[in-house]
């Protein structure tokens, strides 16, 4: 079992930054795929960026956060970062932090074992 809490939420306007954590606990000694995932009202949840947890640290993003958003890990605290610049108001939504096992990231949502409670990122115009 492996519980996961964001953190860093909240209200910016447009061309901010934000940086949201995800603390680990329970099994985070094992080889997990991190990511973070979206989700607006009225619409599904949406991959944004996944880590690796162990090994090389490879990562990967969806095309519409590439160049503004960097994911990032610190085994030490068992913490994975989203750090999002130049928001926009489009990226207004509640985000998620989720894992799986194995060595491999998925972007749908139901390729994820476990998830957080979420954190809100509302971007003001």
């Known amino acids: 079992q492996v519980q996961l809490v964001e953190s860093g939420g909240g209200l910016v306007q447009a061309g901010d930054s934000l940086r949201l954590s995800c603390a680990a606990s329970?099994?985070?000694?094992?080889?997990?795929?991190m990511a973070w995932f979206r989700q607006a009202p009225g619409k599904e949840r949406e991959f944004r960026a996944a880590?690796?947890?162990?090994?090389?640290?490879?990562?990967y993003y969806a095309d519409s956060v590439k160049g503004r958003f960097t994911i990032s890990r610190d085994n030490a605290k068992n913490t994975v970062y989203l750090q999002m610049n130049s928001l926009k108001p489009e990226d207004t939504a509640v985000y998620y932090c989720?894992?799986?096992?194995?060595?491999?990231?998925?972007?749908?949502?139901?390729?994820?074992?476990?998830w957080g409670q979420g954190t809100q990122v509302t971007v003001s115009s």
């Open positions: 989720a894992a799986r096992g194995g060595r491999y990231y998925s972007t749908t949502p139901s390729g994820y074992d476990y």
């Open positions: 329970g099994r985070t000694s094992s080889s997990y795929v």
């Open positions: 880590i690796t947890w162990s090994g090389s640290r490879t990562s």
